[in-house]
C-alpha cells in the first residue's frame, strides 16, 4: 500500500517562502498523480495544486487561482518525492496541508479529493509576522 509522509512545513513570515516534501513509501510513484490540499481552521479542504503521473501526460500541472504564480509543484520519481514551493506567501496560506496519490495514467490531474485514494497525516503551515 501506497503511504505518503508530509514535511517542511512551519512557521515563516508574510512573504516567506517554504518547500514541502510528500515522501513516498510502498510503491513507485511514476503512475501515480499526486495532489496538494489543505484545510484553514473552520474551513473546508480544498485542492491546491497537483501534478499528473510521469506516463502519457509527463508530470503536467494544475494549480488554483489562489496559488498560480506563487506555487510550484515538481516531482523527483527516483526520490519517490513530491515538491511544493511555496513563494510570497500570505496569511490566508495558513493551514495544515496533505499530499494525496491515486492512480492514473495518460490523464491530466484533477483536483478532486473523491479521486485520490491515499492521504499523508499533514504538516502545518503558519504564515504570520
Known amino acids: 500500500q501506497l503511504q505518503l509522509v508530509e514535511s517542511g512545513g512551519g512557521l515563516v513570515q508574510p512573504g516567506g517562502s517554504l518547500r514541502l516534501s510528500c515522501a513516498a513509501s510502498?510503491?513507485?510513484?511514476?503512475?501515480?498523480?499526486i495532489g496538494w490540499f489543505r484545510q484553514a481552521p473552520g474551513k473546508e479542504r480544498e485542492g491546491v495544486s497537483c501534478?499528473?503521473?510521469?506516463?502519457?501526460?509527463?508530470?503536467?500541472?494544475y494549480y488554483s487561482d489562489s496559488v498560480k504564480g506563487r506555487f510550484t509543484i515538481s516531482r523527483d520519481n527516483a526520490k519517490k518525492t513530491v515538491y511544493l514551493q511555496m513563494n510570497s506567501l500570505k496569511p490566508e496560506d495558513t493551514a495544515v496541508y496533505y499530499c494525496?496519490?491515486?492512480?492514473?495514467?495518460?490523464?491530466?490531474?484533477?483536483?478532486?479529493?473523491?479521486?485520490?485514494?491515499?492521504w499523508g497525516q499533514g504538516t502545518q503551515v503558519t504564515v504570520s509576522s
Open positions: 494525496a496519490a491515486y492512480y492514473r495514467l495518460f490523464r491530466q490531474c484533477v483536483l478532486s479529493e473523491a479521486n485520490y485514494e491515499y
Open positions: 510502498g510503491f513507485t510513484l511514476d503512475g501515480y498523480v
Open positions: 501534478i499528473s503521473s510521469s506516463i502519457g501526460t509527463i508530470g503536467s500541472t
